[in-house]
């Protein structure tokens, strides 16, 4: 015969309630490991999925995902014949929003080279792959397309061939890919209303400066050509050759005068560097103070269930009850409340995770992790029920 | 032969201006098998008297033996005073006996398990007392649900369970109606005799008092020895 179950059985409703609530918070808590490991997962997507070696990013910079980088698309020529270098293939990666129906899409446009194929789609749930040169795209499910739909970016409809699944850029924004040249118009080719508009004051500003300034003029002009040059990509992906050290190969690109080469794992430190080390800060201190609270909430929970049991307790010790069979009363309550809080947490969340707006990627060591967390805070939240539980006299039983 | 034997007991409560003395050299005695009342009014030390009896209350003098063995002596105390209570002492109390959560069967289980008897053989024994103090049919449901009563008998059953050689009552039929206090008083004297524990019973209930084998007195912290109950209903004047 159990005392705590027994007790507990009496004040069932009460008990799931408090379970429930618990269960709720922990499950915020676990949901935090979940989001920063989805952060880790979005911030690594598009750079595991590659297929690259060698990133080539402009001079300096750590781009392209952690801050932006600008290199001309011939680049890849020049890094091609590199020693050591297998494959190198330009590479976009921008964020647009554009409406869409009735809504809004965001997404992430990247660009790749169909030929190489670095830096595209690799696992499709969904259609095919990009076949052709223009006008099609691949969109991850995320952004709620369905294959064969049409989606207008810039002077151009784009066909929807294919679908991703988990396919997100650095920002949790699904990723949609397009091949380089569509990825370079969507960003740069200006729509009929916008040339327009460019060539008026093109005009007015060439009109106002030519008299005086005809060197102005000259030069206001070129900056409000109809379309600026747009070969430019934001990194160069490169496959290297088998055998071939990527560090060395790193390094030498490096030494080039205009660009900074860094391997796939390297890239991959600098995203977690950047970004996601103070997302794992964030999260981590929620995290933290959502143990706090549940810690208190099961504290004062299991205090105020020992306060009306004192009478019973004191019972108890006047029959001769040792201390271990109280305090196993109070301890084995606390558990009971976390520990089926806990399986609310899991439950709840499994059923919901897929339905966070952000990617949440719940795993086995951070659930193992949870459940030692969780018997942590019962033992200690226990203590204060425990003490006032070991307190009472037996005598109190006598009186009325 | 004294089961309980009690001598010059004092019990000052608090010190100073404030001190009150709520025993003043008392002394008991009971022999095996003996229903020994304890009268006395509210406030007059009795129940004072019981707790140091039971281990609850250490008095500030004196000496309380229970079956050959001293739990108080002059300043000096029993350690484990808990595990004394458990092999030596039963208690049936007025109200608020019965543990809440537990149904009459498990209030008798769980005084089994803390003297460490589990299983079938809990069972049995808590099914026996249950039937033979009326309740069995009645042992699936919580205290709540008992007649004031049946609450009492399951408490008895309780404290018979690991059959010791003494059980303490605190006014033990208070809360009941004279039929159901003289059933209750029934049992006691069929445990002293039948059973041979000894049974004590603090009590201001006069119309409790018949059958008992030996009375004492309190009044003002001080204990007298009265003779057995005449069986009208009044106690005989104290023992000088």
């Known amino acids: 015969m159990n005392l705590a179950i027994r007790d507990l059985q009496q004040h069932w409703g009460r008990f799931t309630l408090s379970c429930f609530g618990v269960g709720l918070m922990l499950t915020l808590v676990l949901s935090y490991a979940g989001i920063y490991n989805g952060f880790v997962a979005d911030a690594l997507a598009l750079i595991r999925s590659s297929g690259a070696d060698l990133w080539v990013a402009q001079k300096d910079t750590r781009g392209p995902f952690a801050e932006i980088s600008r290199l001309p698309e011939d680049v890849r020529y020049r890094i091609a014949v590199v020693p050591g270098v297998s494959e190198a293939s330009p590479y976009i990666f921008y964020t647009v929003q554009r409406p869409w129906h009735s809504r809004s899409l965001r997404f992430v446009v990247v660009g790749y080279d169909l030929g190489t194929g670095l830096g595209g789609p690799t696992h499709l749930v969904a259609g095919r792959g990009i076949s052709q040169g223009h006008y099609e795209m691949v969109a991850d499910r995320k952004l709620g397309l369905y294959v064969g739909d049409s989606v207008h970016l810039g002077l151009h409809d784009y066909a929807v061939v294919g679908l991703t699944q988990g396919m997100v850029g650095t920002g949790g924004d699904p990723v949609a890919f397009f091949s380089l040249h569509d990825a370079e118009e969507i960003q740069f080719v200006k729509d009929n209303w916008s040339i327009r508009n460019a060539r008026e004051r093109a005009q007015k500003a060439y009109a106002s400066a030519l008299p005086t300034q005809p060197a102005l003029a000259e030069r206001l002009a070129r900056e409000f050509a109809d379309n600026p040059d747009q070969h430019t990509v934001n990194a160069i992906l490169v496959r290297i050759t088998p055998g071939a050290d990527p560090k060395a190969l790193a390094t030498t690109i490096s030494r080039w005068e205009y660009f900074t080469a860094s391997t796939t794992a390297e890239q991959s430190k600098l995203m977690l560097e950047g970004s996601v080390a103070l997302a794992r800060r964030q999260t981590g201190l929620f995290r933290v103070l959502l143990i706090l609270i549940v810690t208190v909430i099961i504290a004062h929970i299991i205090y105020t269930m020992t306060l009306e049991k004192l009478k019973p307790i004191a019972l108890l010790k006047l029959i001769g009850a040792p201390n271990r069979m109280i305090a196993g009363l109070v301890l084995q309550q606390s558990l009971a409340l976390g520990l089926t809080a806990y399986l609310i947490a899991l439950g709840v969340g499994h059923m919901t995770y897929d339905k966070w707006p952000r990617r949440v990627l719940v795993e086995t060591s951070d659930q193992l992790l949870l459940l030692v967390i969780v018997v942590a805070s019962c033992v200690v939240a226990s203590v204060m029920g425990l003490r006032r539980a070991l307190r009472v006299e037996a005598g109190a039983a006598l009186t009325g | ?240």
Request: charged fraction near 25%.
């Open chain 2, 1 to 240: 032969m004294d089961v309980v034997r009690i001598e010059n007991l004092t019990k000052v409560y608090g010190s100073g201006h404030t001190a009150v003395t709520a025993l003043r050299g008392a002394g008991l005695h009971a022999r095996c098998g003996e229903l020994v009342a304890i009268l006395g009014p509210s406030g007059s030390g009795k129940t004072t008297l019981l707790a140091c009896m039971a281990g609850i209350v250490e008095p500030t003098r004196g000496r309380v033996c229970i079956d050959e063995t001293c739990i108080y002596d002059d300043g000096w105390r029993v350690r484990d005073l808990r595990r004394f209570r458990r092999e030596y002492l039963g208690f049936i109390f007025q109200s608020h006996n019965l543990v809440p959560f537990l149904t009459a069967r498990e209030n008798v289980l769980v005084a089994l398990q803390i003297n460490g008897v589990t299983g079938s053989r809990a069972t049995d024994i808590a099914q026996r007392l249950l039937d033979d103090l009326g309740v069995g049919e009645r042992q699936s449901h919580l205290p709540e649900k008992l007649s004031g009563g049946e609450q009492q008998r399951v408490a008895i059953a309780r404290a018979l369970a690991n059959s010791p050689p003494v059980i303490l009552a605190d006014e033990p039929t208070a809360a009941l109606d004279t039929q159901r206090g003289e059933s209750v008083m029934a049992l006691f004297r069929q445990i002293a005799h039948e059973k041979g524990s000894t049974v004590i019973c603090v009590t201001h209930d006069q119309r409790m008092i018949q059958g008992f084998d030996h009375i004492y007195h309190v009044k003002d912290g001080l204990v007298t020895d009265g003779r057995p109950s005449t069986g009208d209903g009044e106690p005989t004047a104290p023992e000088e």
